[in-house]
């Protein structure tokens, strides 16, 4: 019994939150990203879990996505008749507290075609 609780509890300090790993009916805990461009009106929206049938996340800027804490993901900004300039991709950073999106506030700037 002793050995099999210090080898799950080696394999869980080692292991990062990924959304797909979560039981069914427990909710992985959240982190509020709000994303901005200029101009507004444009969808950001967020991918993650399987790859070959994701959960996505959207909203109309500005906005804010409650982002589940999630080992990879996808983001991404767009709108149509819009080119997004390079901006700052969130990603997962690991500190002291727990894992924290940097940034936590996207600002992109989109320019017409």
Do not use: N
Request: overall charge neutral; glycine content about 6%.
């Amino acid at each position: 019994m002793k050995k099999a609780l210090v080898a799950l509890l080696a394999l869980s300090a080692c292991a990062t939150p990924d959304a797909s790993d979560a039981p069914m009916g427990i909710a992985m805990p959240r982190t509020s990203l709000h994303v901005e461009t200029m101009p507004a009106g444009a969808t950001a929206s967020i991918a993650y879990g399987d790859v070959t049938r994701p959960h996505v996340l959207s909203c109309i800027t500005p906005c804010d996505l409650s982002v589940p804490q999630a080992q990879s993901f996808r983001f991404q900004v767009e709108r149509e008749g819009y080119v997004v300039l390079p901006y700052q991709r969130p990603q997962w950073r690991a500190g002291v507290m727990g894992w924290r999106l940097e940034p936590s506030t996207v600002s992109a700037t989109l320019q017409e075609r």
